[in-house]
Nanobody, 115 residues
Framework: QVQLVEPGGGLVQAGGSLRLSCAASGRTFSSYAMGWFRQAPGKEREFVAG????????YSADSVKSRITISRDNAKNTVYLQMNSLKNEDTAVYYC????????WGQGTQVTVSS
């Protein structure tokens, strides 16, 4: 069973950048398409971005498409989310999981964007 750990959040000013990482345990990481998801206060969890097993195909939600880059390093069992030009509405707890989500959710990492 793959387990997920998502460090790397924090407080950032609007317009700033942040890079999130998600480390997965288990030997089958490269077999999974992975995704980043987020849940803002009072809202349901939503899809942010996804990446295929090899990293050759990526896709993202329209709300973040021009501002984020998802990538992965299968040798390190890690998936990344680079976020630029952050906005207040990006404030949320960010999670990684397979895409579609099949694993137990990790604790997530809080990203807070201040004005």
């Amino acid at each position: 069973q793959v387990q997920l750990v998502e460090p790397g959040g924090g407080l950032v000013q609007a317009g700033g950048s942040l890079r999130l990482s998600c480390a997965a345990s288990g030997r089958t990481f490269s077999s999974y398409a992975m995704g980043w998801f987020r849940q803002a206060p009072g809202k349901e969890r939503e899809f942010v971005a996804g990446i295929c097993c090899s990293g050759g195909s990526v896709y993202s939600a329209d709300s973040v498409k021009s501002r984020i880059t998802i990538s992965r390093d299968n040798a390190k069992n890690t998936v990344y989310l680079q976020m630029n030009s952050l906005k207040n509405e990006d404030t949320a707890v960010y999670y990684c999981n397979t895409n579609p989500p099949k694993l137990n959710w990790g604790q997530g990492t809080q990203v807070t964007v201040s004005s």
